[in-house]
């Protein structure tokens, strides 16, 4: 016995980590995301083909990868950062490819005559993409950006190895300590399903509400 | 102080990472066909079996859909034993990824099962084939081969996420890398060649998955094709 309410408490204060790193890591690698999906959708080649071997090669290797390697990268640039930014970075990377992907692919499911119409009023491509396409397309991409999220409110999970003490952390600290793993790990995994349910519920009704007209 | 790659030390123990690379295709390889095998399993339950069965199969679903694999991983390595069940770390690999794994491909099946359209379902009942038949010649094959794309890139997904059975100390890539890295020093050398692997053996695994769903599904993907891009006219 042992476990009590404050660990308990002690696992929803480093859920707040998990939260607070999850909207960091989205916001940065939307962002990042967001200009390699429009860069991907460039009619240069050259500029199209290098996102496109950077989406594909980022999203070939694992996130622990990603980690480790922003992580020691950084620290060999002389970078000395807080477990908390280096994290964010490294899963805003990871982030940014799966984005871009899901964006592109938003972008590109705007109707073509969109683009010709906007064009034919003399709108330069900035403009066609400000009040014609993105509007659009930020509507279609919404379930599958939210199903995203859930995706990465759960790989934040692996950050415990550069030191960062997250809810999957916090769960290995208390299991060290009272060695009850069933009940500790299966508290753990409560408190992720009771954040990324909700999330996989929005995405679905998202999709239903959204499609509604292409239902049969 | 200016940096200089040093690969040498890294690659003067190749051998402990290619067996870590070995052991990630056998993990993979195994999780793949079992968390298939499971989800087809499932998915005859949810289509055939009574509706309790069916409301067990989507509660399966959504737990392992919405918590990490890494919890899962602890649960079933550390949690197990609680209950008297003992297993290797490399067993509790094989059995966290099959089940997660099984979960997702359920869920992507369902999306296969339900495009199939209902009358086919009566015309299967009027050439008189049992439900069984129907299930699977009409139901099943057709669903799997319409979803075969998703399906392979959540295997991919799986093969990449087998790295983080390391953290139960599995000597698979990142396990092995661990090593390298504890013994060498070379940190960023050594999970820059970690990572070629997995890079090559994601692609690998893409272009066999490919070829697969070609030789498998032959007739049906091209019906699959002619239907997308109907839809998307």
């Known amino acids: 016995m042992g476990l009590g309410l404050s660990e308990v408490s002690f696992l929803f204060e480093s859920a707040g980590w998990t939260l607070l790193l999850t909207v960091i890591a989205f916001l940065s690698g939307g962002v990042i995301g967001g200009f390699v999906a429009i860069l991907r959708l460039s009619r240069n080649r050259v500029v199209s083909g290098a996102t496109t071997v950077y989406i594909q090669v980022l999203q070939s290797i694992p996130v622990l990868m990603i980690l480790f390697l922003s992580y020691y990268g950084l620290a060999l640039a002389g970078l000395e950062l807080p477990p908390l930014i280096a994290a964010s970075i490294s899963l805003g990377l990871y982030v940014s490819a799966y984005l871009a992907e899901i964006w592109r692919g938003s972008i590109e499911a705007v109707p073509y005559q969109q683009w010709e119409a906007s064009s034919s009023l003399a709108l330069t491509p900035t403009q066609q993409y400000a009040h014609v396409i993105l509007p659009q397309a930020i509507r279609i991409s919404l379930p599958p950006t939210v199903g995203f999220l859930v995706q990465l409110v759960k790989n934040t999970s692996i950050v415990s190895v550069v030191g960062f003490v997250d809810l999957a952390r916090a769960g290995q600290l208390l299991n060290n300590a009272f060695f009850q793993p069933f009940r500790i790990f299966g508290t753990v995994a409560a408190i992720y399903f009771l954040i990324c349910f909700p999330l996989s519920r929005l995405s679905r009704y998202l999709e239903r509400v959204f499609h509604a007209g292409r239902r049969r | 102080m200016k940096f200089q790659f040093q690969f040498e030390p890294v690659f003067a123990q190749l051998g402990i990472i290619l067996q870590g690379a070995l052991l990630t295709i056998e993990l993979s390889a195994g999780a793949i066909v079992l968390g298939f095998v499971v989800a087809v399993l499932l998915s005859a339950v949810r289509a055939m079996g009574p509706r309790w069965a069916g409301w067990l199969v989507d509660a399966y679903v959504e737990l392992l859909r919405n918590t990490p694999f890494v919890v899962q991983l602890f649960m079933v390595f550390f949690g197990l034993p609680e209950l008297g069940i003992r297993l290797s770390a490399t067993q509790a690999a094989l059995l966290a990824m ?39 010649h009409v139901v099943l094959v057709p669903a799997v081969a319409k979803v075969w794309p998703a399906l392979s890139s959540q295997f991919v997904l ?46 690998a695994l893409k272009l066999i998955l490919f070829t697969i769903g070609r030789f498998a599904f032959p007739r049906v993907s091209g019906l699959a094709r002619v239907q997308t891009k109907g839809e998307a006219a």
């Open chain 2, 98 to 136: 099959t089940l997660n794994l099984s979960a997702y491909a359920t869920e992507i099946i369902r999306a296969g099962v339900e495009s199939i359209h209902h009358s086919q379902l009566e015309a299967g009942y009027s050439l008189a084939l049992t439900s069984r038949q129907v299930f699977q």
């Open chain 2, 158 to 203: 799986m093969m990449l996420a087998s790295s983080i059975t390391s953290f139960i100390s599995v000597q698979e890539i990142s396990g092995a890398a661990a090593v390298i890295e504890s013994r060498s020093f070379r940190s960023i050398e050594t999970y820059l060649v970690a990572t070629a692997i997995y890079l090559g053996l994601a692609l």
